[in-house]
């Protein structure tokens, strides 16, 4: 799941969901796939992946989001969604960084 949303493939991220995938899985470096896919600017993954109930605001072990990766790279369309689904906007990470900031 986690690969399949760094690389945009979002018919495998359906696939995968409907096998039993674990959603909100993170891994050793604290990334969960609706991470990846928002840093990767991958719209059709976030978007499914917020429909299916991944957690907005998941947080890695510095304090990043999904927003805060969108946002540091540039990805507008992502940051709207995630904004639209509820994503905390003035969450700030362990270096008091916020998305805005990031942007």
């Given at each position: 799941?986690m690969l399949a949303?760094?690389?945009?493939?979002a018919?495998?991220?359906?696939?995968l969901?409907?096998?039993?995938?674990?959603?909100?899985?993170?891994?050793?470096?604290?990334?969960?796939?609706?991470m990846?896919?928002?840093?990767?600017?991958?719209t059709?993954c976030?978007?499914?992946?917020l429909?299916?109930?991944?957690?907005?605001?998941?947080v890695?072990?510095?304090?990043?989001?999904?927003?805060?990766l969108?946002?540091?790279?540039?990805h507008?369309?992502?940051?709207?969604?995630l904004?639209?689904?509820g994503?905390?906007?003035?969450h700030?990470?362990?270096?008091g960084?916020?998305?805005?900031?990031?942007a």
């Amino acid at each position: 799941l986690m690969l399949a949303s760094l690389k945009g493939h979002a018919a495998c991220v359906s696939i995968l969901l409907e096998r039993g995938a674990a959603i909100d899985h993170a891994g050793q470096d604290g990334y969960t796939a609706l991470m990846l896919a928002s840093d990767g600017g991958h719209t059709a993954c976030v978007l499914f992946l917020l429909e299916r109930g991944a957690a907005i605001d998941c947080v890695r072990q510095d304090g990043t989001t999904a927003l805060m990766l969108a946002s540091g790279e540039g990805h507008a369309v992502c940051v709207s969604a995630l904004l639209e689904h509820g994503a905390a906007i003035d969450h700030a990470g362990q270096d008091g960084s916020t998305a805005l900031m990031l942007a």
